[in-house]
């Protein structure tokens, strides 16, 4: 037991050390790491876990993007879910639930060994494509909605292989993996590598103000769920209180 008192005292004075403004956040920060899961936020956009609504579990991410062009995102890596290239990706899927219009999108940051990441667009950035798919809610607003890589959705592509703008072409994923063509172009992704996923909310460039929850993105059968985990500081505040109940009934 004086080992793990004084393990959990390390633990919780380095944690309220560096994050002593984070204190009163406890037992859940954002932003966060969950496991598989980066939160992102900033310009007043917030990203706080919440159990007032959930698809899967008990707990979704609350996506609140102000109208003065805050933001806030999920990212997560592929490696968990044994994935290296767009080829490598077998299948797909993540819940959202949004206002009408506005649910939120799934982004693969890519990088292709055949495209120079010197282009036009993501000039020394360590990446040269960003492909944005977008699913619907039209008529179905403020419900959890599954989005999956079997449905053709639009996907928007921004690459430096192709300087005049993004690409815009609705299809499947296995669509996507394989050659495709638009406007007399020919694509082919399928060799590059997939460097992380961003599930982020809203439409570029809009003024209003907006609240959407995102919840389990399934890749391959590997689920990154959207459930938050205690800080190691508040892991020992519990521990310790569990054993000073136990002692007291001692």
Avoid: H
């Avoid at 002593?20 to 406890?26: C, G, I, P, Q, S």
């Avoid at 990446?127 to 619907?136: A, E, Q």
């Amino acid at each position: 037991m004086k080992k793990l008192i004084s393990i959990c005292a390390v633990v919780i004075a380095l944690s309220f050390g560096a994050n002593m403004v984070r204190a009163a956040e406890l037992p859940y920060t954002t932003p966060s790491i969950n496991g598989d899961i980066t939160t992102m936020q900033g310009s007043g956009g917030t990203f706080p876990w919440t159990n007032s609504t959930s698809a899967a579990g008990n707990w979704s991410a609350k996506l609140d993007w102000p109208g003065s062009g805050g933001y806030a995102q999920a990212r997560v890596y592929p490696t968990p879910a044994g994935v290296t290239t767009v080829s490598s990706v077998n299948s797909w899927s993540y819940w959202a639930k949004a206002p009408e219009d506005y649910i939120p999108n799934l982004s693969f940051v890519l990088d292709d060994p055949d495209i120079s990441n010197n282009g036009p667009i993501y000039s020394g950035t360590g990446y040269d494509t960003v492909v944005t798919i977008w699913p619907t809610n039209n008529n179905l607003g403020d419900t959890w909605l599954q989005s999956t890589s079997s449905q053709s959705l639009e996907y928007i592509v921004w690459t430096n292989a192709y300087s005049s703008g993004p690409i815009m072409k609705e299809m499947t994923w296995s669509q996507f993996e394989n050659p495709w063509s638009q406007w007399g172009n020919n694509f082919d992704f399928s060799n590059a590598t997939v460097l992380r996923m961003n599930i982020s909310k809203g439409v570029i460039g809009t003024n209003q103000t907006i609240i959407t929850y995102a919840d389990d993105f399934v890749m391959n059968s590997y689920t990154y769920s959207f459930e938050p985990v205690p800080e190691p500081a508040t892991i020992c505040l519990l521990s310790l209180g569990a054993l000073s109940l136990l002692l007291r009934k001692k």
